[in-house]
């Protein structure tokens, strides 16, 4: 059961570099996230509407908590072009406790 000042990593790919930079900006502008990282290159294998596809995707790891983690993934599904989006959080057991609480920071609503 996780609380909401649990950390979590939320992943989701994108079809491109300008969708995600549109999600990584919103979502850290909008303190839904503390810092969304990219990854070029990923390779997703994957059935769709019945058939195999493989496609290039850029991958999102989207730093937050679960306070605001119902938020976010509403927010990538409003701004992504895909049907249905990959939105699979993994919540941290253990890290920095100093970024950590960044990422807590970063992420309240009431902060400037």
Do not use: N
């Not at 990593?9 to 995600?20: G, K, Q, R, S």
């Amino acid at each position: 059961m996780s609380t909401a000042d649990s950390v979590f990593i939320l992943m989701t790919t994108c079809p491109d570099a300008e969708t995600a930079a549109r999600l990584a900006t919103a979502l850290v502008e909008e303190r839904l996230a503390a810092c969304v990282t990219r990854l070029d290159g990923a390779q997703s294998t994957y059935r769709w509407q019945g058939a195999v596809t493989q496609d290039r995707e850029i991958q999102l790891l989207i730093k937050t908590t679960g306070g605001r983690l119902d938020a976010a993934i509403a927010r990538v599904c409003a701004l992504h072009p895909y049907e249905l989006p990959e939105c699979i959080a993994v919540e941290s057991h253990a890290g920095l406790p100093a970024y950590l609480d960044w990422i807590r920071a970063q992420t309240r609503e009431d902060t400037d």
